[in-house]
């Protein structure tokens, strides 16, 4: 059993720059494949960036999220910047017991309990 413990969450001005992080139990964390996934209101919830044997950013994200992770303390990141009013979600983290890299939120094993981002125009 994994458990994922989301921070970082809260109320950033548009352009401004947040860091999630992901602090995840086990020990074969390394072996994971790891997603950041958002959900708005009325919206369904999609991955913005992955991370395992390869790494995968959504569109919308690409050049202003980077996703990584440190091994030795079994953590996954998500540094978001240049943050717009449509980024604003409950970001999820995700794992899945193998490194291949999905996007979609059924092939994922274990979720956090999610962090608010929210970003004022």
């Known amino acids: 059993q994994v458990q994922l413990v989301e921070s970082g969450g809260g109320l950033v001005q548009a352009g401004g720059s947040l860091r999630l992080s992901c602090a995840a139990s086990?020990?074969?964390?390394?072996?994971?494949?790891m997603g950041w996934f958002r959900q708005a209101p009325g919206k369904e919830r999609e991955c913005v960036a992955a991370?395992?044997?390869?790494?995968y950013y959504e569109a919308s994200v690409k050049g202003r999220f980077t996703i990584s992770r440190d091994n030795a303390k079994n953590t996954v990141y998500l540094q978001m910047n240049s943050l717009k009013p449509e980024d604003t979600a409950v970001y999820y983290c995700?794992?899945?017991?193998?490194?291949?890299?999905?996007?979609?939120?059924?092939?994922?094993?274990?979720w956090g309990q999610g962090t608010q981002v929210t970003v004022s125009s």
């Open positions: 086990g020990r074969t964390f390394s072996s994971y494949a």
């Open positions: 991370i395992g044997w390869s790494t």
């Open positions: 995700a794992a899945r017991s193998s490194g291949a890299v999905f996007t979609n939120p059924v092939r994922y094993d274990y």
